[in-house]
């Protein structure tokens, strides 16, 4: 007994995926294996008044992409994989949690901030705000990989372009207007990136113009009960942990024109003793950029029943 009692104990975070992450059929096998997963996903058809599941197990991929329907749907999958585990898996207790931009708001149910349907109901009104902008102000988003940061941010500088997401050393995601960053992508080709990727998104996310979203987002934001999180939160737009419920609000409405500042963030909660990363939700980007970011970091995937179960900690 006294030998359990002095092994150190492992040290956890929980890391929700974006935008990006979605894949037709998402969560199907969650819905017919767990009954906690099958009860966020009707939860989440009936918050939304019309079948966000159908799109997540069936699409039609397009559709699925779409910005309004994209972050909803991610975050129910992500929210169902959670539940899951807890039917199946005596995780540990994470130390902290934080999600990717989107993910930012599975970390808010997670800790415990928000209901599962105010959530819902106001990351679909994100992501139509964010769909919107889109339209009032047309942009994009690039990922630049292998380019020295200083060298981007010049880049940047010179064509109006921004950075979106600090993601690692390696890549690193600039957003803009379709002609500022056409001319971005031109740049970093000419300055030896080793690969510049347009993303498929449908606006420029995390830059200033997303400045259309803060008035709507501000009044959705005000109109839902926020509560201390019970875990802290490693924010995007600071990479420093939230603890508070005006925190989180103060956040939510940052991010929206600001970098995510994802090694930033990871290296924080390194630095706090983290050893191991669990990302919960569809796809493993996170779990991929974790990896780049720090090789000694043990990094886990849940998107599924099997990976659920394979868990082991």
Sequence with gaps: MAELETKPKRKVAHV???????????????????????????????????????LCFEGPEDELRQTVNAQPAIMTTSVACLK????????????????????????????????FTDAIRL???RGRLMQKAGEIEP????AVIGLDEAVLRKICCDT???IANFNCSAQIVISGSKEALARAME???????????????????????????????????????FRTPEIPIIVNSTARP??????VKEELLRQLCNCVQWQPSVEYMLGEGISTFIEIGPGQVLSGLIKRISDKARVLNMSDPESIKAINL
């Design 84 to 115: 899951a585990a807890s039917e199946v898996n005596h995780t540990v207790h994470p130390s902290f949690v934080a999600g990717h931009s989107l993910g930012e708001y599975t970390a808010l149910v997670a800790a415990n901030v928000l209901d």
């Design 187 to 225: 740049m970093a080709k000419a300055a030896d990136a080793r690969r510049v990727i347009p993303l498929q998104v449908s606006g420029a996310f995390h830059s200033t113009l997303m400045k259309p979203t803060i008035e709507g987002m501000f009044e959705a934001i005000s109109q839902i009960n």
């Design 16 to 54: 929700f995926p974006g935008q990006g992450s979605q894949s037709v059929g998402m969560g199907h096998k969650l819905y017919q294996n767990s009954s906690r997963a099958r009860e966020v996903f009707q939860e989440a058809d009936e918050a939304l008044q019309f079948p966000i599941s159908r």
């Design 139 to 142: 942009g994009g988003m690039a």
């Design 160 to 162: 109006g372009a921004e």
């Design 242 to 247: 939230v603890t508070t419920a005006e925190g």
């Design 123 to 125: 990351v679909r009104e």
